[in-house]
């Protein structure tokens, strides 16, 4: 699995998975203990696992963490335009009612614009 895909999505719910299958891996390798070969083999694939699981849990952590700063750090004007009211209102529009400009003059049209506003008059 490429490593990108495995930052990709909820890392807290990929590590119970990872952690999961090196849980059956390790109770796999005490099942073949008399075997030393295989016994090493499913160890060492347990111990990936769980060391996967365990680095996608920190990682989903600092992850969580660092949004929290974000949020923090962010005025509460820019969270209410990025995360939606569901009133509809865009972030421009939003700005336009702040800083109180409410139309842009319209720029002048072009002369290809002009040319066939003409022709098809």
């Known amino acids: 699995m ?3 895909q495995l930052l990709t999505g909820n890392p807290k ?3 119970m998975l990872y952690l ?3 849980a059956i891996s390790l ?3 005490l099942a073949v203990r008399n075997d030393k070969r ?3 083999r499913e160890l060492l694939d347990a111990a990936l696992f769980l060391g996967v699981g365990i680095a996608l849990r920190k990682y989903g952590s600092l992850r969580e963490q660092k949004q929290q700063e974000l949020r923090e750090s962010v005025p509460d004007v820019l969270l209410q335009a990025l ?8 972030f421009a529009s939003m700005a336009k009612k702040r800083f109180g400009r409410e139309s842009e003059p319209e720029p002048e049209p072009s002369l290809r ?3 066939t506003g003409f022709v098809r008059s």
């Open 2 to 4: 490429n490593p990108r």
């Open 13 to 15: 719910r990929s590590s």
């Open 20 to 22: 999961g299958i090196g």
């Open 27 to 29: 109770l796999k390798a």
């Open 38 to 40: 295989r016994f090493k």
């Open 83 to 90: 995360e939606g009211d569901g009133s509809g209102d865009d």
């Open 113 to 115: 614009a002009r040319a």
